[in-house]
């Protein structure tokens, strides 16, 4: 491991009370990149969208690529969740998500639209970013105690991020 990506990792750590260090190692963001996310933020969450196609589209992608199924459950009302979505779409972040994910961004509206998507993994969401890490062989949702471990995203620094997705991405 080079000696800034383990400083980075260090610092996730301690900045995320109880959170062990990556499994994979997620891609090199600084404080900075901050600075660089587009603004307006990014507004992913498409009402219109058939999220249960969606959904079973990237499930059946993720089975055949052996990647792990992401879903972002949202709105583009939750400042959180925009925060997130732009993260992810930095160039270091959309690749490497390419690589180790296949992601999904499903709308809530105003917690009346696709609920029942989430009550499928035994989830009542209550709040959004709601973030799914799917087995896409057994369809088991992976990260169950901690689906808004990014909830507080506008509050978190993109090394953050990046480190609480290295934890469920597959080696």
């Excluded at 000696?3 to 600084?30: H, I, K, S």
């Excluded at 583009?76 to 160039?91: G, I, K, T, Y």
């Excluded at 994910?101 to 970013?129: C, I, K, M, Q």
Aim: glycine residues 6%; aromatic residues 8%; proline residues 7%.
């Amino acid at each position: 491991m080079i000696p800034a990506l383990g400083r980075l990792l260090a610092f996730a750590a301690l900045a995320l009370p109880g959170v062990a260090v990556a499994q994979v190692a997620p891609p090199r963001l600084t404080v900075r990149t901050l600075e660089l996310l587009p603004r307006p933020l990014a507004a992913p969450y498409d009402g219109e969208a058939d999220a249960r196609a969606d959904i079973a589209a990237a499930s059946a992608r993720a089975r055949k690529s052996g990647k792990r199924l992401l879903i972002d459950f949202g709105a583009n009302w939750c400042v959180d969740c925009r925060v997130f979505a732009s993260v992810v779409e930095l160039p270091e972040m959309r690749a490497w998500v390419a690589r180790h994910f296949e992601l999904v961004t499903v709308d809530v509206g105003r917690f009346n639209r696709n609920l029942d998507l989430a009550a499928r993994y035994g989830v009542s969401l209550d709040a959004v970013p709601a973030i799914f890490v799917i087995d896409p062989r057994t369809g088991r949702l992976l990260n169950k105690a901690e689906v808004q471990g990014l909830g507080d995203a506008s509050l978190l620094t993109p090394p953050q991020m990046a480190a609480w997705l290295g934890r469920w991405a597959k080696k």
